[in-house]
């Protein structure tokens, strides 16, 4: 997830794109979505069993650094909201009431340096992308 226009808040765009280019979506077991800034783009997955998100997460560290975490480890606001506006978590909520919630969703963030507008990441974030990409294919591997 991410927004491309946006320096690092599209590095989960330019990891998904990386993933890819490796040819790691050719499987039929492993369906990677460059998902953008479309949090609700999740309630047309079919039948899955594990739910990977790559975004940009605010954490008051060091650029770069990588967050592991599930959705249940931050907060989130149970406000009403229009089905235009839906978050990340309304989006696994509508999913959960669906029946349709994947078994596990696991969230790697990555602590972003610029938020402005450009099309590639920082150099701190660009350096971590070979990581990330790691991080994400040990994840496939838990399934």
């Given at each position: 997830m991410g927004n491309l226009l946006l320096k690092d808040e599209g590095i989960g765009v330019?990891?998904?794109?990386?993933?890819?280019?490796m040819g790691l979506d050719s499987g039929a077991n492993l369906n990677i979505l460059?998902?953008?800034t479309c949090p609700d783009v999740i309630l047309s997955?079919?039948?899955?069993?594990?739910l990977i998100i790559v975004d940009a997460a605010e954490g008051n560290c060091e650029p770069g650094t990588i967050y592991r975490f599930r959705p249940g480890d931050v907060a989130s606001s149970a406000e009403a909201c229009s089905a235009h506006e839906m978050s990340f978590s309304h989006s696994l909520m509508m999913l959960d009431v669906l029946g349709a919630k994947p078994k596990d969703v696991v969230i790697i963030g990555v602590q972003p340096k610029e938020v402005d507008w450009g099309l590639e990441p920082s150099v701190?974030?660009?350096q971590r992308i070979p990581d990330i990409?790691?991080?994400?294919?040990?994840e496939t591997k838990k399934c």
């Amino acid at each position: 997830m991410g927004n491309l226009l946006l320096k690092d808040e599209g590095i989960g765009v330019h990891v998904a794109h990386t993933l890819k280019e490796m040819g790691l979506d050719s499987g039929a077991n492993l369906n990677i979505l460059d998902a953008g800034t479309c949090p609700d783009v999740i309630l047309s997955l079919d039948s899955v069993d594990k739910l990977i998100i790559v975004d940009a997460a605010e954490g008051n560290c060091e650029p770069g650094t990588i967050y592991r975490f599930r959705p249940g480890d931050v907060a989130s606001s149970a406000e009403a909201c229009s089905a235009h506006e839906m978050s990340f978590s309304h989006s696994l909520m509508m999913l959960d009431v669906l029946g349709a919630k994947p078994k596990d969703v696991v969230i790697i963030g990555v602590q972003p340096k610029e938020v402005d507008w450009g099309l590639e990441p920082s150099v701190e974030l660009a350096q971590r992308i070979p990581d990330i990409v790691r991080l994400v294919v040990e994840e496939t591997k838990k399934c």
